[in-house]
Structure formats: structure tokens, C-alpha cells
């Protein structure tokens, strides 16, 4: 598909974007109180998330900020139904900031002072939900297992990873652009902001079957996944296994990927055929759905 700029003009020539305010997500008209009450097997909570922290690292850095908003969604359609509960607060790391985390999300450590997050109450949350979301999940998820127990029996889904973006003509599956290519912006790198933003753009219909975003996402993660760990893979195809997204294991010391568990046929192929000239000489291991994106 041809890239889509949903804020173009007719001519080609300009883009405008609109400033996101809250979360003006796309409610089908059916989406009553009564509907929702009388069709209970359909409907299911869901909670979108986004932390900001001191940095990369998910060993030493922590969480300063954090947002957390529950919707319902029709569990056949992908539609959201509606807004629930959110919540956003700021936490005090106890040592400064660093300048980039500083210029990145405008947070200041005077705006940190004091503050703490009430995790008991997020736990209070997630706890109403089956599904968790995040637009990347292998980062979000590990800071918010440690603090929260229903994190980690919950269900993880990734916005980043599990929806198709480059199929539906998006050059990047970066949020930030993702909004952009979809009309509109937000004071990015906000926990808050990131997720109505997220929550907005997955209520939007996607243009390959006019079907929300949530939609692929859902149905994505009920899938089961595996981790392929092309183990003694010679030095020589480490250009092949890069550029069909394998990742380098420094430690252990292994090329691997994460796919869906029903592609894993058409995976074991290639590696036969284009790695190991001959059986497949690694490791597969399944992933239960409540360890996705830990």
C-alpha cells in the first residue's frame, strides 16, 4: 500500500495537524449504556499505559511518571466503547535527572519533588482488566511488573509490535509518527498524553478493511508466540539473520527472534534454507500468553 498522510491536503501540497485534546476516540453509535449492559459477553476491559523513567536500563532505572487509562471494547469488533478510570502521577527517583531525560520529556526534578506513584492503586486497576497495552511493550511492561502483581498475570499487548503498520502504508511505527501520519499531535514523552494518544489512534479504521486498530491488536495478542534462537548460526549469514529482524544476544551469544507461533513453519524453512544449509541447528521456545513482553 502507498504511504498514507491522513492531514494532507487535496492538492498534495500541505499537512495540517490538530493538537490532540484528552481522548476524542471514535465511540460507535450503538455504544450505549443499555448496549453495554445487555451485552456483557462482548464486552471486555482493557487498559492502555505508558511510563516515563530515568532512562533505558530496566535494571537501574525507575519509573517517574506514569499513566494508566481503562476502556471497554467490544471483544468481536475491536471497538473501544468506552472510557474508564485513569490515572497519572509523578515519583520521585531521589537522585536528579539527567539532561536528555530532562529535555526529552520536560519533566524537571522539581516537578518530581516529593512525588510518589501509589502503586497499590495501579495494581487496584490493572486488576479490572484482561489486557494491557502498550505502543512498546518490552520496555513498559518490566518496569511496571516489579511494582504491580496484576501486571504480571495479565495479558500484554504491543501496539509497536503486534499491528502491521508498514502493511497499511505507515514508513514508521514510531507513536510519535504514527499520530502525525494520522492528523494530529500531543506533547509527546508524557505518560498521560501517550496513552489518550495511543487509545485515539487504535479506535481509528484502519483503510485495508475499515476495522479499528485495536482490532488487529487484540486478535494479535491472543496468538501464541515463540522464541527462535538460531543458536550456532555461522558467522556469514549474520547479514541474513539481521535483516529479517533477528537480534544479537551478547551474553549468551545467539541470534533470536520473537514470532507468532503459526509462522513458526515458515521460519524453521528459511533458516534452513538460508542459514544453516541443511536441518535447523537452534532452539524454539513457546511463550505462555501472560509472559509476552516480559
Request: proline letters at 4%; a negative charge.
Amino acid at each position: 500500500m502507498a504511504f498514507r498522510w491522513l492531514g494532507k491536503s487535496a492538492d498534495g501540497n500541505t499537512v495540517t495537524l490538530r493538537k490532540l485534546e484528552s481522548c476524542p476516540i471514535q465511540i460507535p453509535e450503538y455504544a450505549t449504556e443499555a448496549w453495554i449492559t445487555n451485552n456483557v459477553d462482548l464486552v471486555r476491559t482493557g487498559a492502555a499505559v505508558d511510563v516515563e523513567t530515568t532512562g533505558l536500563n530496566q535494571q537501574d532505572d525507575v519509573v517517574i511518571e506514569i499513566g494508566v487509562r481503562l476502556f471497554d471494547f467490544n471483544k468481536a469488533t475491536g471497538e473501544i466503547l468506552r472510557l474508564g478510570k485513569s490515572y497519572n502521577a509523578f515519583q520521585d527517583p531521589g537522585r536528579p535527572l539527567s539532561p536528555e531525560i530532562i529535555s526529552l520529556t520536560g519533566i524537571t526534578d522539581a516537578d518530581l519533588e516529593g512525588q510518589k506513584i501509589d502503586w497499590e492503586y495501579v495494581h487496584t486497576l490493572l486488576a479490572e482488566t484482561c489486557l494491557i497495552i502498550a505502543h512498546n511493550a518490552k520496555f513498559d511492561r518490566p518496569f511496571i511488573d516489579r511494582k504491580v502483581k496484576s501486571s504480571t498475570e495479565r495479558i500484554w499487548a504491543c501496539s509497536h509490535k503486534q499491528i502491521d503498520w508498514p502493511a497499511k502504508g505507515f514508513t514508521s511505527s514510531k507513536l510519535e509518527l504514527l499520530n502525525i501520519y494520522h492528523g494530529f499531535f500531543t506533547d509527546s514523552h508524557r505518560a498521560l498524553n501517550d496513552v489518550d494518544a495511543l487509545l485515539y489512534l487504535l479506535s481509528l479504521p484502519a483503510a485495508t478493511d475499515d476495522k479499528p486498530y485495536l482490532n488487529e491488536l487484540t486478535a494479535n495478542a491472543k496468538r501464541l508466540m515463540t522464541h527462535v534462537i538460531a543458536s550456532s548460526a555461522p558467522f556469514e549469514s549474520k547479514e541474513h539473520l539481521k535483516g529479517r529482524g533477528y537480534g544479537w544476544d551478547n551474553i549468551n551469544r545467539f541470534w533470536s527472534k520473537i514470532i507468532f507461533k503459526d509462522e513458526l513453519k515458515e521460519e524453521m524453512t528459511w533458516l534452513e534454507d538460508v542459514v544453516y544449509s541443511g536441518p535447523f541447528a537452534g532452539i524454539t521456545r513457546d511463550i505462555a500468553l501472560v509472559d509476552n513482553f516480559k
